[in-house]
């Protein structure tokens, strides 16, 4: 076996640990995420409150460890469902070129052209608000960029001789995209993933904010750092527990990406 | 005199992850004033000179460039040298120019720079230089963008551009390898004549003996980071010393149908490796005069008299270096007729489709919109049959249509009008079963070893796929089956596990071969299989081809633009000329009295050693200045010529 290098191994860690830390946030926090401490709006750091308490006197630290699953599951599912759907068909597209490709990109730049945040409310606003809902709304927003992604390096792909080696000996289109093309196109899906778990905990944020996504007293992490923004000055701890544990698994996943490119790669997994 | 250029010990090593690589070992010669030297090997040395090596470079030992110690001087003053006093040009001219700027102002560029001159005389300056490099209309050249230009213009561009401060010294890694042969013949005679009117030293770094003969005085074989062999070019290609220069140079193919014999002479084993090369002599374990001594004794560079010095201790009890094996298969096959048939094959490529198609009409009395896409005829009602057991050689051009020509054979693009037939059934037609099995018996071979393997595949998978896919088999059989197809292009039953990164550019194509026999095929496609590889591993492949063809009937369609290579392995010659074939018939014809004026031309631009090996062929001879009794200015291609 082939050790994964060390970065993958250290994100990894960081990013089990997160998800274990919102999973068990009913055993680890110290406080319900909607507990009122009345004698302590804006309370800063102590060893009580160890992220110190907002202005509606909830402990930071708990909303943190709670606010994590709703944002975790949103960043995973929604860029799960763009990679479920964004990666065929980049791949169809840009193997098959011609009629289908002309149509498949057409009707995604029409999605790209809209707004982000427009579009999503428009998925969502026919429906009652909700975590799935949003994650669906997402992900389907991320089948764009994804596809598109999928589509140019395939397109560098297919003029390759090894592709055309494989249409020689008569393989079926499934083995073409499946083993010849997705394994060499994994390295700019991996990035482009990694890049979308971040942005879809942040859209998750804006819609939170807006009214659409998480429903109060509930938050995740987006909510509470746009919260904070009233109280920078006079209570900066506000963001920096959230913030912080946004910040980690961005960078998390994002390493794990990178980190996972390079163990599938024989080429830099044999390095000496 | 002191030299223009002197190298004292050069030595380069690179660290890497696998270890210190050393790719220049105690390098030393000496170039003088408006001197050629061809340095064959490493491009190394050049990027030494030129300071291009990077971080990860080391670099020891003296380059004195007119008794300046280049390796001294802080970066600063080193570029100013570059460009004003020392010219480079590089492989390939498709990269080698910036696609955003015109052809002028990147010539114009060093004269601003480096001379001072202003913009505008350095543009009718850069002018002037396109003229004296024979470019016709030089003020719209320099007006135009590389990718209006073909190879050969743009290679005169950057050329002009390298002399543009009339430097004495231009470093030349490579500078023709990715032209065609005729095109070739002009930039090499243009060097010739730039070198006698300015006495420009050229420093020429090439794999290839022929072009480095027919341009340079002196002569370094390298080997392994070092340096086997330097002397007067025309001695060494003649009478070569070391063994190795001795094996290169009998791999060459011959043109002369009388000097061929039924496999080349070829170099076996690997090339050394350059973070632990072996014992003793770095030649000794693929060289045919080895005995316990040369892997004992480090040798040392021995001078013979005349300027001509060798590192072998036995230079002069050597013979000629041993002439191909003989073929170790056994023919196990009869001879069936006709295996692939083309019939007024034709294929057009749209060249203005879609919305930019679309005109409006106005010749009526109201305006109509019209569709009227554009065509480029790639393949031209092109008729031509192959038999089991036969090779026919296809050459010409790059973008005459051969390699569309091989892809419309095994249908891997709809041809647009004709049929192209396999054991007698139309393939455009097959389907089900008979194409699986038309497409199991034919297959393909590709020019390009880089790409033609996926990367994330090993060497047993990809062998392994094919073998999978025709006969099923259990995995335990497929298995031996990969082993025997490794067996079968000499290569180590260990590589199975390996990557193709991990391969060089003859063992990648060796790894392509062997998946294309894996289907157990009856025609094979070869698309200029040889043009990355360098002339030993060529050889080797050449004797594989001719090998496989000869045990198991194999009929191979061999695309190539190098005609000696085509002589080798073929018994019949198609020349291709712009989308349809203008000389068909047998190898020893179309070389010996070729009757159309291209091919006649193409055997012309071939440089000299190629040219003295069809001496022997006493029509070609007469004939060979293509005109003879024609009418010149008429000639067909005159425009491809004139590039």
Known sequence: ?272 | MTPLLALRDLTVTYATEAGRLTAARAVSFDLAAGEALGLVGKSTIAGAILDLLGDGATVEGDILFESVDLSELDAKRRRKLLGHRIGAVFQDPFTALDPAMTIGRQIAEPLVEHLRLRPKSAMERACELLADMGIDQPRRIAAAYPHQLSGGMRQRALIAAAVACEPPLLVLDEPTTALDVTVEAQILSLLAELRQRKQVGLLFISHNLAVVRKLCDRIAVLYASQIVEEGAAAEVLRRPLHPYAKGLIASLPPLRPAERAARLPSIGGRPAGLAAPPSGCFFHPRCAFAEPRCRAEAQTLLDVGSGHSVRCWKYDATGNWPSGAPPGLTRIWAADGTLVRAVALRKRFPAVRGLAALNLDWSGRLPRLRYRPTYTIAVDHISLSIDAGETLGLVGESGCGKSTLGRLLLRLIKASSGTAEFAGADVQRLKGRALRRFRQGAQIVFQNADSSLNPRLSVGEAIGRPLYLFDGGTLAERERQVLELLDMVQLPRSYRRRYPFQLSGGERQRVAIARALATRPRFIVCDEPMSALDVSVQAAIVNLLADLRDAFGLAYLFISHDLAVVAQLAGRIAVMYRGSICELGSARDVLCSPRHPYTQALLAALPATARERVSGCSPFRARHSFCTGRRPGRLPFSGALSA
């Open chain 1, 1 to 272: 076996m082939r050790l994964p290098p060390w970065r993958v191994i250290l994100a990894g860690y960081v990013l089990a640990g997160i998800v274990v830390a919102a999973a068990g946030a009913d055993w680890l926090a110290p406080y319900p995420f909607d507990e009122l401490h009345v004698a302590d709006r804006l309370h800063s750091p102590s060893l009580a409150y160890l992220a110190g308490t907002d202005e509606y006197r909830r402990d930071v630290l708990s909303r943190t460890l709670y606010g994590g699953r709703l944002s975790l599951f949103l960043g995973v599912a929604a860029t799960g469902i763009g990679l479920a759907a964004g990666v065929p068909l980049g791949l169809l597209a840009g193997y098959r070129r011609g009629l289908l490709d002309e149509v498949l990109m057409r009707a995604l730049d029409v999605v790209m052209s809209f707004p982000a945040l427009l579009l999503v409310l428009l998925i969502i606003a026919v429906t009652p608000p909700g975590l799935g809902k949003t994650a669906v709304a997402v992900g389907i927003l991320f089948v764009a960029p994804i596809a598109r992604v999928t589509r140019s390096v395939t397109l560098d792909l297919v003029t390759r001789e090894f592709i055309v080696a494989a249409r020689a000996r008569g393989e079926r289109l499934s083995y073409i995209l499946r083993r010849e093309l997705l394994p060499n196109a994994w390295p700019a899906i991996v990035v482009e993933g990694s890049l979308r778990v971040a942005f879809a905990i942040l859209l998750g944020a804006v819609l939170s904010f807006l009214g659409f996504g998480v429903q109060p007293p509930a938050a995740d992490w987006g909510l509470m750092i746009n919260n904070s923004r009233d109280f920078v000055e006079t209570a900066p701890w506000l963001a920096l527990a959230p913030g912080a544990a946004m910040s980690l698994t961005v960078i998390a996943v994002s390493l794990l990406g990178d980190g996972l490119r390079e163990y599938l790669d024989p080429r830099l997994a044999y390095r000496q």
